[in-house]
C-alpha cells in the first residue's frame, strides 16, 4: 500500500493550496480517505476525512469553511483543497486511509502516506 501525498509549500497568509495524494495496492474505492497535520513541535492531529464514495466529509473545527476535502475513485486521488490559510495552518500533512471516517477521526488510520510540508507565512 503506497500513500504518496504531495503539493506542499510556502505561501503567505490569505493564499491557497492544494494537497494530493495518490494511493495505490488497495481499494481505494471501498475505503475512507483523510487528511491530518502535525505542527512543527506538536502531535500529528485530524484535519479532514471523506467517506468511500465521497458523500459525506469531516473537518475538524480550525478548518471548517476553509478547507475542502475530495475524492475521486476513477484516479484513486484524495485532494484537500486549503483557502485563507494562516500561520497556524503551518505542519506537515499526511493522508491517510481507513475503514470508515470513524477511525479516522479517532486518529486509527490503518495506512499512512509520507508527509508533505505547508508552511504559511504572516
Known amino acids: 500500500v503506497q500513500l504518496q501525498a504531495s503539493g506542499g509549500g510556502l505561501v503567505q497568509a490569505g493564499d491557497s493550496l492544494r494537497l494530493s495524494c495518490a494511493a495505490s495496492g488497495l481499494p481505494f474505492s471501498s475505503r475512507a480517505l483523510g487528511w491530518f497535520r502535525q505542527p512543527p513541535g506538536k502531535d500529528r492531529v485530524f484535519v479532514a476525512a471523506?467517506?468511500?464514495?465521497?458523500?459525506?466529509?469531516y473537518y475538524t473545527d480550525s478548518v471548517k469553511g476553509r478547507f475542502t476535502i475530495s475524492r475521486d475513485n476513477a484516479k484513486n486521488m484524495v485532494y484537500l483543497q486549503m483557502n485563507s490559510l494562516k500561520p497556524e495552518d503551518t505542519a506537515v500533512y499526511y493522508c491517510?486511509?481507513?475503514?470508515?471516517?470513524?477511525?479516522?477521526?479517532?486518529?486509527?488510520?490503518?495506512?499512512w502516506g509520507q508527509g508533505t510540508k505547508v508552511t504559511v507565512s504572516s
Open positions: 491517510a486511509s481507513a475503514l470508515g471516517p470513524p477511525a479516522l477521526r479517532g486518529g486509527a488510520a490503518d495506512y
Open positions: 471523506i467517506s468511500y464514495n465521497g458523500g459525506s466529509t
